[in-house]
Structure formats: C-alpha cells, structure tokens
C-alpha cells in the first residue's frame, strides 16, 4: 500500500528517442508515416536548470531533477527510469524563480541523494524545432524536434554545445495507439540518412557524463557479488522513490531487493572477509515493510476467495467484512512504512551498503579461510546451503502438529530464497547450468509461497471472523473461505518432498 501520494505531482509516461545531429542537418521527409495524417512545424525557446548532489547522485541513478521555462510543460520536473526508451515523469507547478527545488519532489529523493543537499549542476538553453505529427482526430500522435543546446556546468563554467535530435510520442507514452511502430517508422527514415543513436541517455548527460567515476571492474567472485549487490542496491534507490509516490506493487519490489541483497550477503560475507552488521540492517527494513506488502497481498487474495461463495446473499456481506478489516489495517502500515523510509535508521543502512561496495571494489579478495578466494569457496557455501534447506525439508515430515509443519514451512521457504539468490549472485561461473537450476527453483518457490499465503490467509480470516457485531451470512460466507484456504495449503504440503528433490538435482551441477 506504501505512503501518501504526494500532493501537487502530475505523473506522466515519457517516451522518447534521441539522435545525434550535424550541425548542417536536414531532416529527412517525414510525409506518410503510419496514422499521421498532418505535421505541423513550430519554433520554442526553453531555459532550464538542472539539480543534483555535488557528487551526482541523481545522475548516476539515471534521474534528473530540473526547473524549465516555455514550452507546452513549464515547471518542475522529476524524470525517474521506466524501461527501453520510457521514463516517468512527475511534473510540479513552476512556483517563484528562486530556483530552490519543491519540499515535495525532494522528499522523494531523500533516499537517493542520502539526504544531501542538491545544487546547480547545470543550466541549459535551447532552441527547438519541434515538428508536430498529427492524427485524424488532431490528436498528437509524436512530436519529431531538433534542438540547439547550449550549457553552462554548475561545477567548472565549461560550455558545451551540440545538436540533436528527439523522437517522443505523444500523449503518455506507449499508451497511444500505435505508439511504437511510429517510433520505428521515424527511426528508419533517420538512420536511412545516417542519423545515429544517441549514446547519451539524456542532455544531462552529455553535459556531465565525463564527471561521472568510470564504472568499477571488479574480477573474479568477489566482482559476482558486488555486481549483484550495486544492482540490488539500484533496485532499492528507485522503489524507495516509487514507495513513496504510493506506486503500485512498489512495497513488493522494495522488499524483495532488500531480501536479495541480505541473503547474498548472509551466504557469501564470510567467504569474503565482509563485515556483516548491515544484514541486520536489510533484516529490518523488510519487517518493517513487511506488512504493508502482506496486507495488500492478502486483501486481493480473499476477494478473490469470496468472489467464488456460490450463495450471492454470503458474498457481498463477506466482502464488506473483508474490505473494512483490510482498509483499517493498510492505513496502520502505510504509516509505518513512510516513517521507516524517513528514519535516520533506513539512511545510515544506505550509506552502510555504499561503504561496503566501496570496500568490494578496493579491497583484495580476501578470505578468513583461504587467504585468497576462489571460486570453489563460494560453490562450497551454496552446497552448504543446500544441505541446511534439505535438513529443513525433511523436518516438514517430522511434523506432529499442523501448527509445527506450518511453521516448519515457512523455514524451509526462508531457506530455500536464500539459496535462489545465492545462484543468482554465481551464476556469472556457470550461466547455463544456474539458469536450469533457477527455473526449479522458480517452482518450488511458488509451491511454497501458496502454501504460506494460504497459512496467512487464514489467520486473517479468524482475526476478521473473531470482531463482534456482523451479520451471520458475511461469517458464514469466510468460514467457506477458510474452508478453500485450508484446502488449498494441504494440496502444496502434499507435494513438498518431490518438488525440493527436483530443485536439488538441478542445483547440484554447480557444485559437483
């Protein structure tokens, strides 16, 4: 459920590609392009500046921060990654001209700029032909522009200047009808004439990609794991942002990066000589976002139950129940989960997982045991993991109380995530064999996972049944879904034993 929208934000998908451009260029015809049915020319004149942390925090995130004047958008814009050629942009109101950046829009970037403050990085000028592609009800289909830019780095006062070229669809993004055969017929009409890609992913870029530290190349398995965790830790900086715009599914990837990075850490820390205190750390953040995620998983999950009641008069007061337990308890966590992005905690966390790639980057690889680390070391500790997840599974089997073999369970679950991300993290040494073992993986996880959201299920439906003064056909009807539920776990229980077998003999080559 994550945080509060924040108010104010206009949120927009931004497609678009960028090409570079001689200065004597000529565009190519542009006539008949696919559901154009007229293109209309004009010139802009448009100013902006660019924020950012001395260090360049936002840029290297791949973000942007800036304050533009003229144009269709004047304001305050936020430009967030969103896949190939896409980005989200969140658009604030242009306010005063003191040029201090929105409370709202940097309140967003608290985690990735680690609280800096941001300053000037750079002020641009441009002078735009923008060459409007229309369709038959007028609608803009894309807009086709060449810009004359000229910049001034807030660092050092080095101008730049060049011409490019932008191909950006309209309305939001790959919404539009036909939105990305149009990109494609504009691009071969341009690379027919030589007009290349841009390397650089936006003019910021261009303007201070050469400030940017050159991405560190780290070799053998002490680089498996840094590449992992700097990915890990990306993933973190961007769903820090999207919890708190309240995105959907935002608190379900933030977790999950959070779990990767912890246990790639908890299995290979020790073969690397790494300090382990921020495993904790991870630990803690994903409890605290824990229930915002849980609750919204479980909410839809017995909606869906109680779509399935045969007696109509037991559905509606089921659901009713269902929606006013689940809406009280989301509020509660979304509380919890913009506290713990703003804790001094969460941040201290963050700079902890920087000091520690720092240190991964620089150091020797170095291991308590060997001295020197091998890749043989880190394969060892993914078959000792191996061996805990079968002692775990069979434990399932020894079960005397269903309470001992749903808590047994969800061990192994636990267990068996932890070995996932361990082959996600080695998989550089063996990407053929890691990649079979995955895919079981990928199964015997789900197994897991539905046997635990039917544990929880549960739960939550004895918590809603248990409040007084409702009505008996909305507490008939979740009994019926309790009932699905309990069905449901014991069909996953049933076929625990065979599913790890088959895991296991996938993940042995990597070993063995």
Do not use: C
Not at 233 to 254: C, G, K, Q, W, Y
């Amino acid at each position: 459920m994550g945080t509060t929208k924040p108010s104010g934000i206009e949120t927009v998908e931004e497609t678009e590609r960028k090409y570079t451009a001689d200065a004597d260029l000529t565009l190519p015809d542009l006539s008949g392009l696919p559901g154009v049915e007229a293109l209309a020319e004009e010139r802009v004149e448009l100013s902006a500046q660019y924020y950012d942390t001395r260090d360049l925090r936002l840029l290297r995130a791949g973000i942007t921060l800036r304050r533009r004047e003229g144009g269709d958008d004047a304001g305050w814009h936020l430009k967030l990654p969103s896949g190939l050629d896409t980005r989200t942009e969140l658009r604030f109101p242009l306010g005063d001209a003191t040029g201090t950046p929105p409370a709202e829009l940097l309140g967003l970037l608290r985690g990735v700029r680690r609280d800096l403050p941001v300053e000037l990085a750079a002020l641009l000028t441009t002078s735009r032909r923008r060459i409007r592609a229309t369709g038959v009800d007028g609608t803009t289909l894309a807009e086709i522009v060449v810009d004359d830019v000229t910049a001034v780095r807030g660092a050092d006062d080095v101008q730049v200047q060049w011409r490019e070229i932008e191909v950006e669809l309209g309305g939001n993004g790959t919404r539009q009808p036909g939105g990305a055969g149009l990109l494609d017929a504009v691009d071969d009409r341009l690379t027919a004439e030589g007009i290349e890609r841009s390397p650089s992913p936006s003019k910021l870029h261009r303007v201070l990609g050469d400030l940017l530290p050159a991405d560190p190349v780290v070799g053998g398995p002490a680089g498996y794991l840094r590449d992992y965790l700097a990915a890990e830790l990306r993933e973190l900086e961007l769903t820090d942002i999207a919890v708190r715009r309240a995105a959907p599914d935002a608190v379900h990837s933030m977790r999950k990066a959070a779990r990767r990075a912890r246990s790639a850490l908890q299995t290979y820390a020790g073969d690397l000589a790494l300090d382990e205190a921020v495993v904790e750390e991870l630990r803690w953040l994903g409890r605290r976002l824990s229930p915002s995620r849980d609750l919204e998983v479980q909410w839809e999950r017995l909606l869906d139950r109680v779509a399935e009641i045969p007696v109509e008069s037991h559905r509606e007061p089921a659901k009713a129940r269902i929606d006013e337990y689940f809406s009280r308890q989301s509020e509660i966590a979304a509380i919890e989960a913009a506290v713990t992005l703003d804790s001094d905690r969460y941040l201290q966390m963050l700079l902890a997982l920087d000091a520690l790639l720092a240190g991964l980057t620089a150091a020797p690889e170095t291991s308590r045991k060997t001295g020197k680390v091998k890749a043989r070391d880190l394969t060892g500790s993914l078959e000792d993991l191996a061996k805990t997840v079968s002692k775990r599974v069979r434990a399932v089997g020894d079960a005397e109380t269903p309470d001992e073999r749903d808590a047994l369970m969800h061990r192994a679950r636990k267990g068996a995530k932890r070995m996932r991300y361990a082959i996600e993290v080695i998989r550089p040494l063996h990407p053929k064999r890691a990649g079979r073992a995955l895919d079981h993986f990928d199964a015997f996880q789900d197994l897991l996972g539905e046997f635990q959201d039917s544990v929880v299920a549960r739960e939550h439906l004895l918590d809603i049944v248990s409040e007084q003064g409702h009505a008996a056909e909305s507490s008939f009807g979740l009994g019926i879904a309790y009932q699905h539920e309990v069905l449901l776990g014991e069909a996953q229980a049933v076929h625990l034993d065979a599913a790890w077998k088959e895991a296991l003999r996938a993940a042995k080559p990597l070993w063995k």
